[in-house]
């Protein structure tokens, strides 16, 4: 996990309001990921960044946005929470857009 | 639809044996194989990385990758308690340049190494 941190580690919110978070790396690489994991469909990439500015969706991007202003965070917010957000979520970054690094992830129940 | 399929678990071992993980993938573009391990409630962590035909041998682990018949393995000698995690697969296709790294993972399989 060194040099990516995530916050916050831990969440509980309730259905309909916004949430958000957030990647930060110190290692100035060009890539980042949001992942989300769960049982019996593993990790799964929501969207993902090539670039400041760069941002594009993945495999389950609906009800999800991101925002990368600086080459070092990377946002994630939850328009409008659901029950069925309720899940792990990974940061990764990668420096040439191959091998992919993960941070310690976040927590988030959804009420 | 791209998918990464593991041999399903969960696969138990003594100490000291050999693990076998497999795993096979559907896109023939894929040109980048990773496997992960994954303790329980940690995030994963790299092991190996494989691009090319053939084995990659580091330290007990061994990945075989067979871009033909669209399959690659992770092998663990000498398998030791501290080896049990969940292994994941993943593969990056990169098609044209321009998959941005995007990774396909499969579902994971967990290795129980027993004393």
């Known amino acids: 996990d060194a040099g990516i941190t995530q916050s916050p580690r831990h969440k509980v919110t309730e259905t309909g309001t916004p949430v958000t978070l957030r990647c930060h790396q110190t290692e100035n690489h060009r890539y980042m990921y949001w992942y989300r994991q769960d049982p019996g469909h593993g990790l799964r990439l929501i969207h993902y960044?090539?670039?400041?500015?760069?941002?594009d969706k993945g495999e389950v991007s609906d009800g999800y946005s991101v925002s990368r202003s600086k080459t070092e965070d990377f946002l994630l917010t939850l328009e409008s929470a659901t029950s069925s957000q309720t899940s792990v979520y990974f940061c990764?970054?990668?420096?040439?857009?191959?091998?992919?690094?993960f941070g310690p992830g976040t927590r988030l129940l959804v009420l | 639809q791209k998918e990464v399929e593991q041999n399903s678990g969960p696969l138990s071992v003594p100490e000291g044996a050999i693990a076998s993980l497999n795993c096979t993938y559907s896109?023939?573009?894929?040109?980048?194989f990773f496997w992960y391990r994954q303790y329980s409630g940690k995030s994963p962590e790299l092991i190996m990385s494989i691009y090319s035909n053939g084995d990659k041998e580091d330290g007990r682990f061994t990945a075989q990758l067979n871009k033909a018949s669209q399959y690659v393995s992770l092998l663990i000698r000498d398998s030791q308690p501290s080896d049990s995690a969940t292994y994941l697969c993943?593969?990056?296709?990169?098609?044209?340049?321009?998959?941005?790294?995007?990774?396909?993972f499969g579902q994971g399989t967990i290795l129980t190494v027993h004393p």
């Open positions: 960044s090539y670039g400041v500015k760069d941002t």
């Open positions: 993943a593969v990056n296709t990169n098609a044209g340049g321009t998959s941005y790294g995007k990774l396909t």
């Open positions: 990764a970054i990668s420096e040439k857009g191959e091998t992919q690094y």
């Open positions: 896109d023939r573009g894929s040109q980048s």
